[in-house]
């Protein structure tokens, strides 16, 4: 078992059976759609999905500071965050169409064979147009082309007007490599300078597990596969679902 963390007050942890953590994670979203997956408890939703294995759930509670080891017998599940949090909203013709602001949320699962993965949820987000940041350099099509305006096209086939807001949330799915070691279980986004201050994918990842390989890609598609920076074919997975309104 191990310890729920970033938050000050007493929170449960849970343990499951052995399994393959994508294997796993992918179970846990089609039994509830991305939607809820997004920003559900992810530590509750583990205990509640596998609470009707022959083999025993093991959970516990524990204080949000306080490493637990993961049970000999399962996988563990632990919990980090929430840190207010924000980006630019990236489109498929290489633009930043929008703003956006949430809550980032870290579920680090572990088996005992010590696999890693990452859940990066992002929840209570909302967005705004235009982005105030453009990417360097600069995208040839409009800076307010939609998101997905060049999906199917090298030139943008629309645009999205200025002072559109909605709410938005969605997630990543990031398996760790063989050889990854979590370092810090610092409660704070920033596990070596122990701060929330800036708190990114990147951030997180490379300051709580060794070694440091993790590069934010820019990615334009609401669903899609994500290389990552030295994890060779291994990708993860990214959902984000924004509404207007």
Same mark, same amino acid.
């Given at each position: 078992? /191990? !310890?729920?963390?970033?938050?000050?007050?007493? +929170?449960?942890? @849970? *343990?499951?059976?052995? $399994?393959? &953590?994508? %294997?796993?994670?992918?179970?846990?979203?089609?039994?509830?759609?991305?939607?809820?997956? /997004? !920003?559900?408890?992810?530590?509750?939703?583990? +205990?509640?999905? @596998? *609470?009707?294995?022959? $083999?025993? &759930?093991? %959970?516990?509670?524990?204080?949000?500071?306080?490493?637990?080891?993961?049970?000999?017998?399962? !996988?563990?599940?632990?919990?980090?965050?929430?840190?207010?949090?924000? *980006?630019?909203?990236?489109?498929?013709?290489?633009?930043?169409?929008?703003?956006?602001?949430?809550?980032?949320?870290?579920?680090?699962?572990?088996?005992?064979?010590?696999?890693?993965?990452?859940?990066?949820?992002?929840?209570?987000?909302?967005?705004?147009?235009?982005?105030?940041?453009?990417?360097?350099?600069?995208?040839?099509?409009?800076?307010?082309?939609?998101?997905?305006?060049?999906?199917?096209?090298?030139?943008?086939?629309?645009?999205?007007?200025?002072?559109?807001?909605?709410?938005?949330?969605?997630?990543?799915?990031?398996?760790?490599?063989?050889?990854?070691?979590?370092?810090?279980?610092?409660?704070?986004?920033?596990?070596?300078?122990?701060?929330?201050?800036?708190?990114?994918?990147?951030?997180?990842?490379?300051?709580?597990?060794?070694?440091?390989?993790?590069?934010?890609?820019?990615?334009?598609?609401?669903?899609?596969?994500?290389?990552?920076?030295?994890?060779?074919?291994?990708?993860?997975?990214?959902?984000?679902?924004?509404?207007?309104?």
């Amino acid at each position: 078992m /191990s !310890t729920v963390a970033g938050a000050a007050k007493t +929170s449960p942890t @849970t *343990s499951l059976p052995t $399994t393959s &953590l994508t %294997a796993l994670i992918t179970s846990l979203i089609n039994s509830v759609g991305d939607d809820t997956f /997004s !920003t559900i408890d992810l530590t509750t939703l583990v +205990s509640t999905f @596998t *609470s009707t294995l022959a $083999t025993p &759930l093991h %959970a516990s509670t524990s204080a949000a500071q306080t490493r637990v080891a993961p049970s000999s017998s399962g !996988t563990s599940a632990t919990h980090y965050g929430p840190y207010a949090s924000g *980006s630019p909203d990236s489109g498929t013709c290489g633009n930043n169409w929008a703003d956006d602001t949430y809550n980032r949320h870290f579920t680090v699962f572990r088996n005992n064979d010590g696999s890693l993965l990452v859940v990066e949820q992002f929840r209570n987000g909302t967005f705004v147009t235009p982005s105030t940041t453009q990417p360097s350099p600069p995208s040839p099509n409009p800076s307010n082309s939609s998101p997905g305006g060049c999906q199917n096209s090298a030139t943008t086939q629309g645009t999205v007007n200025n002072g559109v807001t909605g709410n938005m949330h969605g997630y990543f799915v990031i398996p760790l490599p063989s050889g990854t070691t979590q370092t810090s279980f610092d409660p704070h986004c920033n596990g070596t300078a122990m701060t929330n201050a800036g708190c990114d994918t990147t951030t997180f990842i490379n300051t709580h597990f060794t070694p440091a390989c993790y590069s934010s890609p820019r990615v334009h598609c609401d669903y899609v596969l994500l290389p990552l920076c030295c994890w060779g074919p291994r990708p993860d997975h990214k959902r984000v679902e924004e509404r207007v309104g």
